[in-house]
Nanobody, 127 residues
Framework: EVQLQASGGGLVQAGGSLRLSCAAS????????IGWFRQAPGKGREAISC????????YYADSVKGRFTISRDNAKNTVYLQMNSLKPEDTAIYYC????????????????????WGQGTLVTVSS
């Protein structure tokens, strides 16, 4: 059974930090690029970061660039999203997703292209 388990969300004050984890099982993790998406209340899904397979290329939305860092540990089948300098507008449910192969960035930035999705973890940033 394929699973992507996102965890690490919670309530934090503005300026604080959280580290999200995305633990994968049921598929060959090292053959998949991973993306993080979020959906704020009343808004659409937003791609915020993704990481490739082979050379660990990383990409960030302008809204999180310089504050968030994505990384992966293929030995642990886990991807992390370190979130620093959090702002109230970062409040959302955060989802991780997996896409097979080494797609180009424009493909990775579209959630509908992903093969597997996790259940989401809620991040709330208070002002």
């Amino acid at each position: 059974e394929v699973q992507l388990q996102a965890s690490g969300g919670g309530l934090v004050q503005a300026g604080g930090s959280l580290r999200l984890s995305c633990a994968a099982s049921g598929f060959t993790f090292r053959d998949y690029a991973i993306g993080w998406f979020r959906q704020a209340p009343g808004k659409g899904r937003e791609a915020i970061s993704c990481i490739s397979i082979k050379d660990d290329r990383t990409y960030y939305a302008d809204s999180v660039k310089g504050r968030f860092t994505i990384s992966r540990d293929n030995a642990k089948n886990t991807v992390y999203l370190q979130m620093n300098s959090l702002k109230p507008e970062d409040t959302a449910i955060y989802y991780c997703a997996a896409i097979a192969g080494s797609p180009i960035l424009s493909t990775m930035w579209i959630g509908d292209n992903y093969d597997y999705w996790g259940q989401g973890t809620l991040v709330t940033v208070s002002s």
